[in-house]
């Protein structure tokens, strides 16, 4: 074998290249932001940016003018603050953990006041520090995950000084049915929002998430948090025009074969040929995020041509029936498409059950990362 061919990732050993398409993202930044005018649009990227590394995605946003940064864990800010300009902030959206009040201040990052409790220790916090101390005040409008109740929010509206020491740089809350334009959840957590800030009167609302960013004027407020859009999922089906790919994901073939009719396939012999077959063991597992329930129902693709995943997937590899392919097309070393221009993301999340925010941040560690 000739190596002073071999690539970067051939030499990096490995089994497969996820690239990201920064300026895709960006692009994606820019659509969500024109659509929402005059509001603005933050940046979700908890999750490490939903696994296409936070590190190098926030930046990119902050470069196409993104100044509102959403992360879910206070640990995750933490390692993106100084990634980020002082003009940038950050918020927490799981609220104020105890323990990390005076550090979180100290590190200029955003608290989501998510209950009364939280409230009090961020205050005693700021009587502390002398100074006041910048949050999010989130309500629960009917998702009843986080966000302070309605007794809440009104024990807050009739004790002001409650927040004294806060600056409160927005009221907010999540809708639980965005991506279901129709769904009444949508008008009613919108109404219950309209009625939670007007206790707070002047200070401005941030409400949709990517879906709820295209529903509409009454689900946005003055900022939107929109995550997976930005990465190139389509959020709702009222959206006509996709969102442009972030994200490709090629793995490499390392064996291939020719069995006779008869012969068993995979973990546990769960596909048996009725003919003989050619097939390609591909360097691509659960492991790495191609999801288990793909076994026997999913497929990769090779130059336009849907490749049946055949047998279990395992953890480092998955078996694939190329017989339809002319022979010696597909060959050791080869890269195939799990996630690409003839896989999008949605096929593969509605052929494995899942949604495709679990396919992103499940995307393995493995892989050789370009950003382009
Ligand atoms: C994850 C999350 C978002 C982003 O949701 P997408 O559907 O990915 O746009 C927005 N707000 C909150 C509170 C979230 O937890």
Redesign the pocket.
Known sequence: MDMSHSTTWEKAGAPGILTIDLSALSRNYRRVSTTVAPARAAA?V?ADA?GLGAQTVAPALYAEGCRDF?V?QYAEAVTLRPLLPRDAALYV?NGLQPGTEGDCAARDIIPVLNSLEQVVRWRTTAELLGRPLKALLQFDTGMSR?GMSTEEAEALAADPTLLSGIEILYV?S?LAC?DEAEDPHNAAQAEMMRRFSSSFPGIPVCFG???GAFLGESFRGALV?????LYGAR?TDILERPMEPVVKIEARVIQTRTVPSGTAIGYSATHVTDSERQLATVALGYADGLPRTLSNRGALYFKGHRLPIVGRVSMDSTIIDISDLEPGTLTLGSLVEFIGEHQTLEDVAETAGTIS?EILTGIGHRYFRQYR
Do not use: E
């Open positions: 979700v908890k939903y959403f879910a959206l986080l907010m999540h965005a998430n990517s879906a948090r929109p995550g997976i859009a959020p925010w």
